[in-house]
């Protein structure tokens, strides 16, 4: 019982921080709101590339150009085909094959 009561909270909590901006912002969003929604995406993503390559150290070829590789190929899935899914799953599949059997 306290399993789905802790459940129910949880599910009650995320509905209400979903919907809760809705009822907020009913007449117009301010401009802060609107430009957080347009520029924050873009922060975060460069936050989890700076985490995901800070650790790469240039004086072996082994430790970085799977990793160099794995970028080229999501610019380059990412200028041609414009699709996040696509880029994320090719370069993540590629980048382990080059880690686990060529490097």
């Not at 650790?55 to 190929?73: C, G």
């Not at 610019?75 to 090719?90: D, E, F, G, M, R």
């Amino acid at each position: 019982m306290h399993s789905y009561l802790l459940i129910l909270v949880m599910a009650m909590t995320t509905i209400l921080i979903r919907f809760l901006p809705f009822v907020i912002f009913k007449e117009k969003t301010p401009d802060f709101v609107m430009y957080l929604g347009k520029h924050l995406p873009y922060c975060a993503m460069a936050m989890l590339v700076v985490f995901c390559l800070k650790d790469i150290s240039l004086r072996s070829i082994s430790s970085f150009v799977p990793e160099l590789i794995a970028i080229l190929t999501t610019i380059a899935l990412q200028k041609w085909k414009h699709n996040t899914t696509l880029s994320i799953v090719a370069t993540t599949l590629i980048y382990m094959f080059l880690v686990q059997k060529i490097f």
